[in-house]
């Protein structure tokens, strides 16, 4: 019989630390699915130029868009707080102003970034 | 039914869980490598969509863009894989003897999907 689990979902109230611990995972796995896309780019890029023209067409395509953007995101915001645990991994960074300090700084980043990504996507 | 051991006998046979030290530090490895490549993808993929095939091609083709595409592929398959093993070990109450061999699969397969890919476009 499996054992049950304490509570925490429905106790504690959702603080800067735990959200972007969770949305760390949850761009990771959204990462993995990246992955995929980068397969589908390569796949098209190799099997000549109608299929190529396939690929970039659907990432432009309205649906393709938001998910790309999603990735963009996920990306940025993976690379960002990634760089925050390997800094807390040194030892650095690990009393709670300073937590909620770079937690901020990376949402932040990671909002301009995707949006700097996107303009430049669409101006070019 | 009657069992001919008992469960002390059953968890004392199967030994040591080892240990995670190798997992840790693969994953920081990874994460590192997969930080520099990644963002020089993604800052080298914003002009992408000005370029033909043809310039695609002879783009992804030069050694040092083929080798980063390359390291790309590589470090992120093997660290969405550790990623997603630690997101199995923690959700996953109980365990089936095929997750890892499925995950194992997975990876293994997207990563060959890629290298057969890149091989494609090399000889293209």
């Given amino acids: 019989m499996p054992r049950p689990l304490s509570p925490h979902l429905q106790v504690y109230r959702p603080q800067i630390t735990s959200v972007l611990s969770i949305l760390h995972r949850f761009t990771g796995v959204g990462l993995s699915f990246g992955l995929l896309f980068l397969l589908c780019w390569l796949g098209g890029l190799s099997n000549g130029e109608i299929s190529y023209k396939k690929v970039t067409d659907w990432f432009g395509s309205s649906l393709g868009f938001i998910i790309f953007f999603k990735i963009i995101f996920s990306f940025y915001y993976h690379f960002f707080n990634g760089v ?3 800094f807390w991994d040194m030892g650095k960074g690990f009393d709670l102003p300073t937590v909620h300090k ?5 949402v932040i980043v990671s909002f301009l970034c995707s949006l700097l990504t996107w303009g430049i996507g669409v101006w070019s | 039914m009657t069992r001919l051991n008992d469960d002390l006998s059953t ?6 869980a080892q240990n995670g030290r190798n997992h840790w530090k ?3 490895v990874s994460a590192v490598i997969l930080a520099i ?3 020089w993808f993604v800052v080298e993929s914003l002009t992408f969509s000005t370029l033909s095939y043809a310039q695609m091609l002879l783009w992804i083709q030069l050694p040092w863009h083929f080798a980063g595409i390359s390291l790309l592929l590589t470090a992120g398959c093997y660290h969405a894989y550790l990623g997603l093993c630690v997101i199995v070990e923690d959700y996953v ?3 089936r003897m095929g997750i890892w061999l499925i995950l194992t699969m997975l990876m ?8 057969a890919f890149l091989l494609k476009i090399l000889g293209a």
Avoid: D, K, N, P
């Fill in chain 1, 102 to 106: 770079t937690g901020i700084f990376v």
């Fill in chain 2, 26 to 28: 693969a994953q920081r």
């Fill in chain 1, 84 to 86: 925050r645990h390997l």
């Fill in chain 2, 108 to 115: 293994v397969g997207v990563y060959s999907l890629g290298v």
């Fill in chain 2, 37 to 39: 490549v990644g963002l």
């Fill in chain 2, 93 to 95: 109450r109980t365990y």
């Fill in chain 2, 11 to 16: 968890i004392r046979a199967q030994g040591s």
